[in-house]
């Protein structure tokens, strides 16, 4: 008779490393698949977003302050000011509630929105121009992607899977502010959109909101 024969330690051993090659090489695809994502809802929303804002200052003929409330059991909370109350102190909120957009990116955090002073609370007309807050957007190499003459109106942005702000979007500036838009990388995750005055303006033409 044939004695039985089983694995060895060795052969187990060799077993189980493979195993966990395949099991850790699956978590790490399945990771990834979920980040991009998040990253596409979010890309998403934020285009949501624009339209929403669009579509405020088509109703009233301004675009919303940011929000300053930060609990949830206060019934201000999400809803836009009805004043911008001069140079804000800190970036705001998105007013969401106002908005009717999703109150959170897909990794939870509050969206970050900053607007020119003069084009919100205000009735927006063909010579409002720019205030001291003078938006600017850049990328890491310093490259900037608005210019001085038509800079942003507003903008909003994800502190993405950190739920930090990167780059020039962690330091707020009274004035003259810059901000960074740029790909995503293992020390910037946020996604930032803005509005320009061209697109604004065209919404509130085709409206009659303008003459």
Wanted: proline share 5%; glycine share 8%; hydrophobic share 40%.
């Amino acid at each position: 008779m044939n004695p039985q024969r089983g694995f060895s330690l060795v052969e187990l051993a060799v077993v189980l490393a493979i195993v966990a090659l395949l099991s850790g090489g699956l978590l790490a695809t399945l990771a990834a698949q979920r980040e991009q994502q998040h990253l596409n809802q979010t890309r998403q929303t934020l285009e949501d977003i624009r339209n929403a804002l669009l579509g405020h200052a088509v109703l009233y003929g301004y675009l919303p302050c940011p929000g300053t409330v930060s609990d949830p059991a206060n019934s201000s909370y999400g809803i836009a000011p009805a004043s911008c109350n001069g140079a804000p102190a800190s970036e705001g909120r998105l007013p969401w509630k106002t908005l009717g957009v999703a109150e959170t990116d897909s990794w939870g955090g509050q969206w970050r929105y900053r607007v020119d002073r003069n084009f919100a609370g205000g009735a927006i007309t063909l010579s409002t121009n720019f205030s001291v807050d003078a938006l600017s957007v850049r990328d890491s190499a310093a490259n900037n992607l608005t210019t001085t003459t038509e800079r942003p109106v507003a903008l909003v942005y994800s502190a993405g899977q950190n739920m930090q702000a990167d780059g020039h979007n962690a330091s707020f500036e009274a004035s003259s502010a810059i901000y960074q838009s740029d790909d995503i990388s293992p020390g910037f995750d946020d996604q930032l959109i803005w509005l320009s005055r061209p697109q604004l303006y065209e919404r509130l033409l085709a409206a009659g909101r303008l003459p």
